[in-house]
Every structure is written in structure tokens, then in C-alpha cells.
């Protein structure tokens, strides 16, 4: 899959993802990055690329000029219209789900804003997707689009060792992953599930769907409207939610240990 990454920061993309699995996956050549630097479009000789906003306010916006541009070089190479990504707090919240979509693709445009945000005329002429990363506001576009390259690769095949990994896991089905432990099996007198010990494959599988059931239901219930369950693990989750009632949550055991830290 290849990524293009629109950007007044290169290097801070390049750094980010030349390093680690992503790393490793583009030197194999499953993935491509290729970062386009706006400035480099900026049509004049001091490489500016922002100007005051029209009506006034605080800061700078990117002008649309330099950024389609940029744009109009990544399509012409390409030789058709690509799926482009603007980051912005005002687009729809990233998810599991639409990492997926977007791993369909074969390549992907990722556009990183500074400043006040880009002229709103040429995103009406270029953007397919406004995407959010959360509701918080970062600096650039940059670790957006690095959040959003880092989770769409682990999801293109042969990026991760075990092919298998990238189903069993957090938000696969809308449950959470199981507890995973390794060596030793008694650590500071906490042992391991005996059922891991056991050797029985069937027996791990059915624990580890069951604490998945579990664990969903008692730190993020909302995910399990979604959740495709059989009606025998519906009825588990029916006496789950009862037990759960009484049982302590990360938060109080995140409180705990945060005393003890401030040595409470
Ligand atoms: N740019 C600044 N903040 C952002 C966010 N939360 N998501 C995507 N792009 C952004």
C-alpha cells in the first residue's frame, strides 16, 4: 500500500514511520511512503505558504494555491484521483472500522494542515475524508496521519510477523483482547490462569473468548451492541453484567496504585 503524505514537516513523518514494524514493512516494500513537502510548491522564491486570514483573527492559514498544487503532482503521478484524507479535530472520529475501509485502498493521500487550517476552497475541490483522531487539538496534521498510516499497515498483509495477529484482537468484533501473560508463572505471588498451562487448545480458546466477552463488558459495554455473539454467550454476558456489579474497574485499581505513587 502506498501512503502520500502532504506536509509542511517531512521529516517529522519520515522519522515517525522509518522506524519499528512500519519500518521494517517499508524496507520490505509491502508499504511506500512518499512525503511531499508543500513548500515546495509555494510558487515563490521564499518558500511562503500561509497568509492572514480574510475578516481577521489570530494566526496564519495555509493557502490553497501551494496545497493543490502539491496535490495535482501526487494525482498526475498516480494517473487517477486518489482518496485524500484532510486531519482535522472537525472531521469523523477514527476507528477500527474505518481503518479497514481505508486498508482497501491502494494508495492513500494524507493531508497535514498547520496554522489555522487550509483555505477551505481547495479542501471542497480536493478531500474525500475529514478525519478527527479525537477530541483534542494537536499542533499539525502530522501524528494524526501517523496514527492513521501506523493502524491502516498493521492491517496490509505480511506487515505483521504473525499473520494471524491483527484478528484476535482489541476491537476485532467489537471485543477487547484477552489478558495476555509469558514467563515466569508465579510473578510477585500472582500465577498464571492454570487453563493457559493446560495445553488443551479448545479449552484456552473458549477462556480467552469468555474473558473477551468479560472484559468488554466491564470496560467498555458500549462496544458489545455491536458484538457478534452466539446466544450461549449472550446468556454468559447476562451473568456477567450481574457479577461485574461488585468488581473493581481499572479506574479504582489506576487509583490505588496512583496513591501509592503520591505515597498516600
Ligand atoms: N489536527 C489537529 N488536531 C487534530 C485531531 N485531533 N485530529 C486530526 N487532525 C488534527
Same mark, same amino acid.
Request: charged share 30%; proline share 4%; net charge negative.
Given at each position: 500500500m502506498k501512503f502520500h503524505v502532504l506536509?509542511?514537516?517531512?521529516?517529522?513523518?519520515?522519522?515517525?514511520?522509518?522506524?519499528?514494524?512500519?519500518?521494517?514493512?517499508?524496507?520490505?516494500?509491502?508499504?511506500s511512503l512518499d512525503t511531499v513537502?508543500?513548500?515546495?510548491?509555494?510558487?515563490?522564491?521564499?518558500?511562503?505558504?500561509?497568509?492572514?486570514?480574510?475578516?481577521?483573527?489570530?494566526?496564519?492559514?495555509?493557502?490553497?494555491?501551494?496545497?493543490?498544487a502539491a496535490h495535482q503532482y501526487v494525482t498526475a503521478r498516480a494517473g487517477r484521483p486518489l482518496r485524500t484524507v484532510?486531519?482535522?479535530?472537525?472531521?469523523?472520529?477514527?476507528?477500527?472500522?474505518?481503518?479497514?475501509?481505508?486498508?482497501?485502498e491502494e494508495e492513500l493521500v494524507l493531508l497535514?494542515?498547520?496554522?489555522?487550517?487550509?483555505?477551505?476552497?481547495?479542501?471542497?475541490?480536493i478531500?474525500t475524508?475529514?478525519?478527527?483522531?479525537?477530541?483534542?487539538?494537536?499542533?499539525?496534521?502530522?501524528?494524526?496521519?501517523?496514527?492513521?498510516?501506523?493502524?491502516?499497515?498493521?492491517?496490509? =498483509?505480511?506487515?505483521?510477523?504473525?499473520?494471524? %495477529?491483527?484478528?484476535? *484482537?482489541?476491537?476485532? $468484533? /467489537?471485543?477487547? &483482547?484477552?489478558?495476555?501473560?509469558?514467563?515466569?508463572?508465579?510473578?510477585?505471588?500472582?500465577?498464571?490462569?492454570?487453563?493457559?498451562?493446560?495445553?488443551?487448545?479448545?479449552?484456552?480458546?473458549?477462556?480467552?473468548?469468555?474473558?473477551?466477552?468479560?472484559?468488554?463488558?466491564?470496560?467498555?459495554?458500549?462496544?458489545?451492541?455491536?458484538?457478534?455473539?452466539?446466544?450461549?454467550?449472550? =446468556?454468559?454476558?447476562?451473568?456477567?453484567?450481574? %457479577?461485574?456489579?461488585? *468488581?473493581?474497574?481499572? $479506574? /479504582?485499581?489506576? &487509583?490505588?496504585?496512583?496513591?501509592?505513587?503520591?505515597?498516600?
Amino acid at each position: 500500500m502506498k501512503f502520500h503524505v502532504l506536509t509542511l514537516f517531512p521529516e517529522m513523518i519520515e522519522n515517525g514511520l522509518r522506524t519499528s514494524i512500519t519500518g521494517r514493512a517499508l524496507e520490505k516494500g509491502l508499504l511506500s511512503l512518499d512525503t511531499v513537502n508543500i513548500r515546495d510548491f509555494a510558487g515563490n522564491k521564499h518558500g511562503k505558504v500561509d497568509d492572514y486570514p480574510y475578516g481577521g483573527g489570530a494566526g496564519m492559514v495555509m493557502q490553497a494555491e501551494p496545497v493543490y498544487a502539491a496535490h495535482q503532482y501526487v494525482t498526475a503521478r498516480a494517473g487517477r484521483p486518489l482518496r485524500t484524507v484532510y486531519l482535522t479535530p472537525q472531521g469523523r472520529t477514527f476507528h477500527q472500522e474505518m481503518a479497514e475501509e481505508f486498508a482497501k485502498e491502494e494508495e492513500l493521500v494524507l493531508l497535514c494542515g498547520h496554522y489555522e487550517g487550509i483555505d477551505e476552497r481547495v479542501l471542497e475541490e480536493i478531500v474525500t475524508d475529514f478525519v478527527s483522531i479525537g477530541d483534542y487539538v494537536l499542533t499539525g496534521g502530522e501524528l494524526p496521519a501517523m496514527v492513521m498510516i501506523d493502524t491502516i499497515s498493521r492491517l496490509v =498483509e505480511g506487515v505483521l510477523n504473525n499473520e494471524t %495477529s491483527a484478528e484476535f *484482537e482489541s476491537f476485532h $468484533d /467489537s471485543l477487547l &483482547e484477552y489478558p495476555q501473560y509469558s514467563r515466569p508463572e508465579v510473578w510477585r505471588g500472582k500465577a498464571v490462569p492454570p487453563v493457559l498451562l493446560s495445553g488443551h487448545h479448545g479449552n484456552v480458546e473458549k477462556w480467552r473468548r469468555e474473558q473477551s466477552i468479560r472484559r468488554t463488558a466491564k470496560w467498555r459495554p458500549d462496544l458489545l451492541e455491536k458484538a457478534d455473539l452466539t446466544d450461549k454467550e449472550k =446468556e454468559l454476558l447476562k451473568k456477567e453484567k450481574e %457479577s461485574l456489579k461488585g *468488581e473493581e474497574k481499572w $479506574d /479504582s485499581i489506576g &487509583e490505588k496504585n496512583l496513591k501509592n505513587w503520591l505515597r498516600m
